[in-house]
């Protein structure tokens, strides 16, 4: 079976969400809202009763990318699940990295251009969202 009727079989239409940990929950959100224009649609906070720790689940949505925030104040990141980067297209790289330097995000290096990768190559470069999680601007070249 094909991995495309295997997805039609399945119902499978696009991302849901991306599930990440984070360490402080304001500081994510400002992050994602102040600085890249991610709103907050709902949120919540849930304890639970056997172990008492507290877990605020906030979803945070810029297009149809979805970023399910979850912060468990006080305890640390668990090892299983860690996201290697989140990917986020864009069709103006260089205007995007000089935007979100201008509001102080710090890359980790240059843009690179990788021209075996995709038809026509990419360019990407990426950074760190406040709780070390790694970002990735990505431009398909077209």
């Not at 991610?38 to 810029?62: H, M, N, R, W, Y």
């Not at 989140?86 to 935007?99: K, L, P, R, Y």
């Amino acid at each position: 079976m094909q991995e495309n009727e295997l997805m039609k079989e399945n119902g499978w239409k696009d991302l849901a969400h991306i599930g990440l940990w984070v360490t402080d929950m304001e500081e994510t959100k400002k992050f994602y809202q102040d600085i890249l224009g991610f709103e907050a649609p709902t949120g919540k906070s849930a304890v639970d009763q056997e172990s008492g720790i507290t877990t605020e689940i906030v979803f945070l949505q810029k297009g149809n990318l979805i970023l399910e925030c979850i912060c468990q104040p006080g305890t640390e990141l668990p090892d299983r699940g860690r996201i290697e980067h989140i990917a986020i297209a864009t069709d103006q790289i260089e205007q995007a990295v000089e935007e979100l330097s201008a509001r102080g995000v710090i890359f980790d290096g240059p843009i690179v251009q990788d021209e075996e990768l995709w038809s026509k190559g990419v360019k990407y470069i990426t950074f760190r969202g406040p709780s070390g999680e790694r970002l990735e601007l990505n431009q398909v070249i077209r």
